[in-house]
């Protein structure tokens, strides 16, 4: 074969190879387009939009914004409302994600135990977390209904006098009960992670003489730590967006105002700023400010856990 014939035949190849690899990339494309256009559409865009409003004074309704650079933001740090209600959803934080946590892990030790229909028992401690958030809300607000509520027809029954449950300084009680009522998630992500502790490690451990306690506080709970900062990091991004308080006192998510004060949570104040004052930046500067504080704080615990958390596989970044 000639030279010629030989650098045709390597050109043929080329271009087929050329052909092919086009081919492959346009199904690629076409695969991935939905995904993509909806990527677009639903996220890179109306966060781009809302980073844009943060910076004018949009009442939503006018055509016309005024660009005001970071005022908005210079607000969000000097308004004290805004930052009472900041706090008010930390503390929040801080109360109903150990407790949720702790909750989920004591009833999932609970039914990992064999005792009979625990399948049963893991359904209905399981499905208050799959309610509707506005059926759990709807459902606790006819609870503790002041005249009508169960909860005060079980006090009227034994003689005592009703309890306004739904106002300050009770209201907060309640929302507490209405995070742990759903804490059967909690309670389904603990017990994989407790069915996926090999048994002859918890059988070494007997046989060293090991009680039951110490076996679950220095073998069980280290084992588990993954999943519980799994946890701990979803209940905080939760928790920090939660509008619970608004589902619980209207029922909807319309009337901030009508929020007690012990309840009046960050996002209950955004959706107030957005639906009641017509102030679109300003809302869209505090939604920002908000995913720099889930961030800040997502950081932190990762950072915090590196010493804590332990691993049967080393991650990536270790190896």
Known sequence: MT????????????????????????????????????????????????????????????????????????????????????????????????????????????????????GFFRAMIYLPAVVPPVGAALTFRLIFDRDAGAANGVLSGVGADPITWLVDPNARYVLYALVLWGCGGSMIISLAGLQDIPREVLEAARVDGATSWQAFTRITIPLLSPVILFQVITGV???????????????????????????????????????????????SAMLWMLFAVILLVTLLIVKVSARTVFYTVDPEGKR
């Open 237 to 283: 991004i939760g928790s920090l967006q939660s509008f619970a308080p608004l589902l619980l006192s209207t029922g909807s998510l319309g009337g901030a105002g009508s929020v007690p004060e012990g309840n009046y949570l960050f996002m209950i104040h955004v959706i107030a700023q957005y639906f009641g004052a017509s102030r679109f930046g300003y809302a």
């Open 3 to 118: 030279t010629a014939s030989l650098t045709a035949a390597r050109a043929r190849r080329t271009a087929v190879r050329s052909t092919s690899g086009l081919r492959r990339a346009r199904r690629f494309y076409m695969f991935i387009a939905p995904w993509a256009i909806g990527f677009v559409a639903l996220t890179v865009f109306p966060l781009g939009y809302a980073f844009w409003l943060s910076l004018t004074d949009s009442d939503g309704l006018s055509p016309r914004t005024h660009f005001v650079g970071l005022e908005n933001y210079v607000e969000f740090f000097q308004d004290p409302l805004t930052l009472s209600s900041l706090a008010r959803t930390g503390l929040f934080t801080l109360v109903t994600v150990p407790l949720s946590i702790i909750a989920g892990l004591l009833l999932a030790v609970l039914v990992n135990q064999p005792i009979r229909a625990r």
